[in-house]
């Protein structure tokens, strides 16, 4: 363990995303003002910051994993795309529940082109499919300038495809294993013949079994997106997509993995609790308008609209043990059907000011704006008779798929209605004095939150004040550190059906960033630690309610990052990814004992000089050992240190068309998705075959 005390009080004011610290000299830093006039050659979503930053200038660990590295190793859905991402770990605890941790702890911001979406937000259900974004950045570390609420994990944002000025599209299709079936298409052009306006639409289609006994999924998505000049200074742009994820044979909880001597459990891969009855269908919609107004040369008013929707509908059975498994039957489990379908919508409004001032002979940026989002979402369940067969005592694990009859259910109700309204005030400005550089600004918000199952309302406000210092040692070399405060309303119930007192505490990061082999290559390390207070973490499930249940703690964390990606030639592309994460708890004793120390992630594409139709491409992460107490019996459950490896070929038949294999798990590991709540077992060795035609 080591601990950051270089880390003085001077710079406990310093922001953990938006300062940017150009060498005047560097000549990756210079950037060229595009005022909207004529054809809108814009044509880009915004990145996380709202400022104008490049990744080697913003004092973060930031990455991004493009459109082609997510079509090259084919995660065409946002768990397989994060798995590439370094200090990301993808949490799949249940067939159709992800949730994403960083620096040990779950990510609850998330952004789309920049604009920050509701804090309870967290758990992703369903598979989203990947194909309507061009790329996806995550900014790790505490995220309150972005969103105003936020822990040390880091932001996701997701960044749309849009328009672009000439006509293009791509068609393709694939075919795996478990009859995994896939076709794509995506198509952008301009409308107008100055092309001015233009408009892009994606679609995709996909059917799949799985390796897990009786489970399969049905995934439907579709895009579109226009936009274009109104007048000489002012541009529009809106869209919407729509996505359905249907599956069956769906999993609520995990695996029990111990026995009742406290032994570990082994099951074939494909071993899963769920009944033949059992599903789990999702329904996504999206929308947004943008609208931008080029006030001067310098300054640019942006006002955006998003409208996100989120259903779901299901019929599952949870199937637990208070005692582990007989080692010699496989009895010991106890079963709980339920029926919750939900409905949720959030509307998301922004505006803001960006531009450029002079002072003192050198030129500034500053961004101020506010926004509003209000998120409601209505939980329903059905009611069922506890003399049900699936209460109470289950047969031998593992059980055949209908080997428990559905329950018959009563009348649909509404359990629980909650809303909440966050408003956020912010200012910052970026002050750049040659070799130095400074961020100050604040952030304020207003947080309200009303349930129908809690006796009083959540009402808050938290100013966070910020600052930053970064130095440019020489135009390829950056020092930095950042400081960010923690404060984010918990979505986690207590074992008494309320929610938790909001988490607060601090973030620290310093770090240095480095470019190679002419700007072709980038480094970044980076040190960090971080105090929160009351943070959920799980802790069983109310037999009574049947609701999760979670207990807030105080936990303290430190650790180290480093990066490498680019390009070592022109053939050649790398990421490598190290992270080590210690995380205590008040006492120093270690806590998120499911969190690994280390993490090595990696991915690695090169192109044949002899042959340069022909790309190969290999990806990998290794994890150190991890634990986790089973919340029922109280027996541990313990992961080995495992590396999983993915590998692909991609062989261009002409200009237009490349033919491309997928090998996923290459070396057949055995391991289990998830110990922060603890899952099942991940796939086996999976292969694909994919065509794709451009046009």
Do not use: C
């Amino acid at each position: 363990m080591f601990k950051l005390n270089t880390i003085t009080a001077t710079l406990l004011l310093s922001t953990a995303i938006v300062s940017t610290f150009a060498n005047a000299d560097s000549a990756d830093t210079d950037i060229e003002r595009i005022s909207i006039t004529g054809t809108r050659d814009n044509r880009v979503s915004a990145g996380a910051t709202g400022l104008m930053l490049g990744i080697q200038d913003t004092p973060q660990s930031i990455s991004l994993i493009d459109n082609d590295t997510m079509s090259l190793f084919g995660a065409d859905n946002i768990n397989d795309a994060l798995d590439l991402v370094t200090g990301v770990s993808v949490e799949r605890w249940e067939t159709n529940r992800t949730n994403y941790l960083s620096r040990g702890f779950e990510i609850k911001s998330t952004q789309i082109d920049g604009v920050g979406l509701p804090n309870s937000w967290g758990i992703v259900q369903g598979q989203v499919d990947t194909y309507g974004y061009e790329q996806i950045e995550v900014i790790r570390g505490a995220n309150g300038l972005l969103t105003g609420v936020g822990n040390s994990s880091g932001t996701i944002n997701y960044i749309r495809k849009r328009p672009t000025n000439e006509r293009q599209g791509q068609i393709g299709v694939s075919i795996g294993s478990y009859a995994n079936y896939r076709i794509q298409a995506d198509y952008s052009t301009p409308l107008t013949e100055d092309k001015s306006w233009a408009g892009r639409a994606v679609v995709a289609a996909e059917s799949a079994n799985s390796y897990l006994r009786g489970y399969s999924s049905d995934r439907r998505y579709a895009y579109g997106t226009v936009d274009g000049q109104l007048t000489e200074n002012s541009d529009i742009a809106f869209g919407f997509s729509y996505q359905r994820d249907n599956t069956d044979g769906a999993m609520w909880g995990g695996l029990t993995l111990v026995n009742a001597d406290g032994t570990m459990a082994e099951f074939d891969v494909s071993a899963s609790t769920a009944q033949d009855w059992t599903y789990w269908d999702t329904e996504n919609l999206n929308g947004f308008i943008e609208y931008n107004y080029q006030l001067s040369a310098d300054w640019q008013l942006q006002l955006s609209y998003n409208y996100r929707e989120a259903n779901t509908d299901s019929k599952l059975l949870f199937a637990y043990s208070y005692t582990g498994l007989d080692t010699e039957t496989g009895e010991g489990l106890v079963g709980w059907p339920g029926r919750y379908p939900s409905k949720g919508n959030a509307n998301i409004f922004e505006a803001k000011v960006t531009g450029y001032f002079d002072l003192f002979g050198f030129e500034h940026q500053l961004l101020a704006g506010a926004s509003r989002a209000k998120n409601t979402n209505d939980e329903y369940y059905y009611e069922v008779d506890a003399a049900e067969p699936a209460f109470g005592t289950l047969p031998a694990f593992p059980y055949d798929f209908d080997s428990i009859p559905e329950p018959q259910w009563g009348a649909k109700a509404l359990d629980t209605t909650t809303e909440d309204t966050l408003t956020r005030y912010f200012v910052a400005t970026q002050l750049n004095f040659g070799d130095w550089g400074f961020t100050l600004g604040a952030n304020a918000i207003e947080y309200e939150r009303h349930s129908t199952s809690l006796a009083t309302a959540l009402d808050e406000s938290e100013l966070s004040p910020y600052a930053g210092i970064a130095y440019h040692v020489t135009p390829d070399i950056m020092l930095y550190t950042s400081y960010s405060d923690i404060y984010e309303p918990q979505d986690y119930y207590d074992e008494h059906g309320d929610f938790l007192a909001p988490t607060k505490g601090e973030n620290y990061e310093a770090g240095i960033k480095t470019s190679w082999l002419d700007k072709r290559l980038a480094a970044n390390f980076a040190v960090f630690k971080a105090k929160q207070i009351g943070l959920g973490i799980y802790a069983g499930l109310n037999m009574e309610t049947g609701q999760y249940y979670y207990v807030g703690a105080d936990t303290y964390s430190e650790g180290a990052e480093l990066e490498i990606t680019g390009k070592l030639d022109e053939q050649t592309v790398v990421n490598l990814g190290l992270t080590y994460t210690d995380i205590e708890d008040e006492a120093g004793a270690r806590s998120h004992a499911w969190v690994p120390h280390t993490v090595v992630n990696f991915s690695l594409r090169h192109t044949l000089d002899a042959l340069p139709q022909l790309t190969f491409g290999l990806a990998g992460k290794w994890q150190s050992k991890t634990s986790k107490v089973e919340s029922y019996t109280g027996y541990t459950v313990t992961q080995d240190s495992y590396a999983k490896l993915n590998l692909f070929a991609a062989w261009e038949v002409s200009d237009n068309a490349t033919l491309r294999f997928n090998v996923d798990n290459l070396t057949d590991k055995k391991y289990i998705s998830s110990l922060w709540e603890i899952g099942y077992y991940g796939a086996p060795r999976e292969y694909k075959l994919s065509f794709d035609y451009r046009f």
